[in-house]
Nanobody
Framework: VQLQASGGGLVQAGGSLRLSCAPS????????MGWYRQAPGKQRELVAV???????NYADSVKGRFTISRDNAENTIYLQMNSLKPEDTGVYFC??????????????WGQGTQVTVSS
């Protein structure tokens, strides 16, 4: 099972970007889906997660600016990022926990998409 992320780019501070992430492969359902980011020289950190039931959690640094959403029909997640700041710069990775009756639980990462916010 693989994840494909897209939507990154270069934007000025105060601007917006929308990331998307879609899976491919065979699975029965997906539990949590989320976005993480890694800035240069820093550890990967959680940005936002959406549970299978729809509950969401956000990093304090993005609350009120970012919105994670999930299309259960397409098994796709989105991250709407508004009021972007230079400190939001980094590589954004999507993550999901899949369940397959054949293989059990599988935690998978997307390839990462670069977000650069200029001041």
């Amino acid at each position: 099972v693989q994840l494909q992320a897209s939507g990154g780019g270069l934007v000025q501070a105060g601007g917006s970007l929308r990331l998307s992430c879609a899976p491919s492969g065979s699975f029965n359902y997906i539990n949590d889906m989320g976005w993480y980011r890694q800035a240069p020289g820093k550890q990967r950190e959680l940005v936002a997660v959406v549970r299978r039931g729809g509950n969401t959690n956000y990093a304090d640094s993005v609350k009120g600016r970012f919105t994670i959403s999930r299309d259960n029909a397409e098994n796709t997640i989105y991250l709407q990022m508004n009021s972007l700041k230079p400190e939001d710069t980094g590589v954004y990775f999507c993550n999901a926990e899949f369940f397959s009756y054949r293989m059990g639980y599988i935690n998978s990462w997307g390839q990462g998409t670069q977000v650069t916010v200029s001041s």
